[in-house]
């Protein structure tokens, strides 16, 4: 079943009565367990799928349950702020959808995105963040997974931000997301990108969108 916005944003706030916890790292071998997360778009049958992955690996109904859902709850999030973008007439899917190293192209220009929490790593304030996003695109960059999608080429950053402090939350409020993504795709202008040299002979172009909530 394909979902529209609007269930996909129903089917994510299933994950929100649980805490975000990660009982171990992220592995290829847990990775290989939770595959199905890929094809699972229906909290409910999520469910079921984890408990027959436990039952048949005989695995910690703890450990695999959360981490499936961690990773079910952030590649359907994903999925979905990627659909928001490649609807706006300024942007164009990238032609193969296996490139790990973009999503779209914006007004020509290629992009991967990257849904973040605002990190406490950064040790500053978000205001601050908002005022010196150069510096905080620098500490992303340095910092990201070297897992599965990692790379120094062009990228577009949507940092959530809760005042209450469970940023990880505002990645299933899409209707939220697709105002921000709408402001910032309609407003774009290529001179706003900030610009990096990571690797020599390599310009990097990257933006962060913010979206922020009170409570």
Same mark, same amino acid.
């Given at each position: ?6 269930? /996909? %944003?129903?089917? !994510? $706030?299933?994950?929100? &009565? ?18 199905? /997360?890929?094809?699972? %778009? ?7 799928? /984890? ?7 005989? !695995?910690?109904?703890?450990?695999? @349950?959360?981490y499936a859902v961690n990773? +079910?709850?952030?590649? +359907? ?7 928001? @973008?490649?609807?706006? $007439? ?23 995105? $990257?849904?973040?929490?605002? &990190? #406490?790593? *950064? ?15 620098? +500490?992303?960059? $340095? ?5 599965? #999608? ?17 940023? +990880?939350?505002?990645?299933? %409020? ?13 407003? @774009?202008? &290529?001179?706003?990108?900030?610009? *990096?040299?990571?690797? &020599? ?6 933006? /962060? ?7």
């Amino acid at each position: 079943m394909i979902y529209s916005l609007a269930q /996909i %944003e129903t089917q !994510l $706030k299933k994950r929100l &009565p649980y805490p975000y916890k990660w009982y171990r790292k992220q592995n290829d071998v847990w990775d290989g367990y939770t595959q199905f /997360i890929y094809q699972t %778009e229906d909290w409910d049958l999520l469910v079921d799928k /984890i408990a027959q992955t436990v039952k048949d690996k005989q !695995l910690d109904k703890r450990e695999l @349950f959360y981490y499936a859902v961690n990773r +079910w709850y952030n590649f +359907w999030s994903a999925q979905a702020i990627e659909s928001i @973008f490649t609807n706006f $007439k300024q942007v164009k899917p990238a032609p193969n959808k296996k490139d790990k190293e973009k999503d779209f192209l914006l007004q020509g220009i290629p992009f991967d995105h $990257k849904t973040t929490v605002f &990190p #406490r790593g *950064f040790k500053k304030s978000f205001a601050y963040a908002r005022q010196h996003k150069n510096e905080l695109i620098k +500490w992303l960059y $340095k910092n990201q997974s070297t897992q599965q #999608r990692y790379h120094t080429k062009n990228r577009l950053f949507i940092v959530v931000y809760n005042k209450n402090g469970d940023h +990880w939350k505002l990645k299933c %409020e899409l209707t939220l997301l697709k105002e921000a993504i709408q402001k910032y795709v309609s407003t @774009f202008n &290529p001179n706003q990108l900030q610009k *990096f040299n990571f690797t &020599p002979l390599t310009k990097t172009y990257s933006d /962060i969108i913010w979206v922020e909530k009170e409570n």
